[in-house]
């Protein structure tokens, strides 16, 4: 049974930063590209950042590009986000999904995911 589990979320002040992570199990993780999406109240889901299964390639939403850093280690089955200059604009739920394309579309299972909320 597939099953993806976020974690690293928590309270920040602007400016500041977190590392999500996001491991995978019940499937072959080493194979298949990784997203991170996320959702603030009232809003449509956005498309953060994605990785193709070997970690050679990467894409990024424009509201994080230059902040955020997506990577991933098929040894261990995780996949992270590193998140950097942190703004309230980034306050949401954090959910990292499996076998999209790296134009963030695609995704067809998804963890339960992680809450981050900075402080102005």
């Known amino acids: 049974q597939e099953k993806l589990v976020e974690s690293g979320g928590g309270l920040v002040q602007a400016g500041g930063s977190l590392r999500l992570s996001c491991v995978a199990s019940g499937f072959t993780f080493s194979v298949y590209n990784m997203g991170w999406f996320r959702q603030a109240p009232g809003k449509e889901r956005e498309f953060v950042a994605a990785?193709?299964?070997?970690?050679?390639?990467?894409s990024y939403g424009d509201s994080v590009k230059g902040r955020f850093a997506i990577s991933r280690d098929n040894s261990k089955n995780t996949l992270y986000l590193q998140m950097n200059n942190l703004g309230p604009e980034d306050t949401a739920v954090y959910y990292c999904?499996?076998?999209?394309?790296?134009?963030?579309?695609?995704?067809?299972?998804w963890g339960q995911g992680a809450q981050v909320t900075v402080s102005s």
């Open positions: 990785i193709k299964w070997g970690g050679d390639s990467t």
């Open positions: 999904a499996t076998g999209g394309s790296l134009a963030g579309v695609g995704f067809g299972y």
